[in-house]
């Protein structure tokens, strides 16, 4: 069996470039038999960034029924919330202990912030600890992420290549990222990368009106509607070519290059291709959603059989450093 493990932070409703840059291909990999994975909600990791404890919650939940709405099998893998298993506290600590503080001041996750270190808050700084810990922590042998956190998968294997190395000992298991092939950039309705802090993504589970409106504002340029067009230079249709065949790929092309097609029948085409292809997610989501109860059942019985696991770790880490 290899173990995968990967968290989503709970900083927002997960948006298309989430979904499709992280939460689908993370539940292919959960889909081989030979696969065990353990999938959570970085709640403790969101902290940095969102104080407010109603949007934490509902962030928790939203998060939670997006992997359970694109049918991750939290029976044959886990789901649980990072909060759940405290253990990972006690291992951050520790791992804290063997980190050198240039590893951190050089990762990107801080220095990108360290012009202005008034706003940069201590838990930002240890904030690749946390996440080394979190895969640590379930002898994890691959970890599911886009290229923006291949800098900490790098941070959690020197870690622990510095605890192994101190204690004569291969206690801690080495974990690599899991890219996927061909690894994805979303982008959003402006053309940059699709993300939660640009304000420039699509919420494939707002409500239909409201998700149309999304769609129908992608910023597109201003060729007349009779002229042909050029598609490679256009959002509307980069986003479509990640959603649809090839050959809805090269039908649309054509439209766009034989002119007297313009920028909103297009968006129209995007919109409904989005509802054929997440109608049936956007149903579980808003059910899931209603039934707050049955997502924390899943939580906790998932951060039952996770502790399990953590406790084992944490045992040969503390035995080896005399607590
Ligand atoms: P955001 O930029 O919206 O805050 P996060 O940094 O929380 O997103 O990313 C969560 C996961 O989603 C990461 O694995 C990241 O690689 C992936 N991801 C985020 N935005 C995109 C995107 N535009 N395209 C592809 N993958 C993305
Ligand atoms: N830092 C990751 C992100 O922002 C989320 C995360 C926290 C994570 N702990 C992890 C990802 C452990 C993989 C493994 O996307």
Redesign the pocket.
Known sequence: MARYLTG??S??VP?L??I???IQPSIQFSQEAANDCIYFIADYHSLTTIKSAEERRHNVHATAATWLAFGFDYNKNILFRQSDVKKVLELTWILSCFTPYPMLANAHSFKDKSERLSDVNAGLFIYPVLMAADILLYDTEFVP?????IQHIEIARDIATAFNRHYETDALVLPQAALQKEN?????TDGA?????YGN?IDIFAEEKKLRKNIMGIKTDSTRMEDPKDPSNDNVFKIYQLLASKEENEELAKLYKGGNFGYGQAKKILFDKSMELFGTARSRYTELMEKPNEIEDILKAGAIRAEQKADEVLSRVKTLVGF
Not at 184 to 188: A, C, D, F, K, Q
Not at 193 to 197: D, E, L, Y
């Open positions: 989503v932070q900083s927002g948006h470039g989430n499709l840059g992280a992420v886009g290229k923006d956190q994805m950039t979303v982008p959003g990368k699709m993300s939660k802090s993504y």
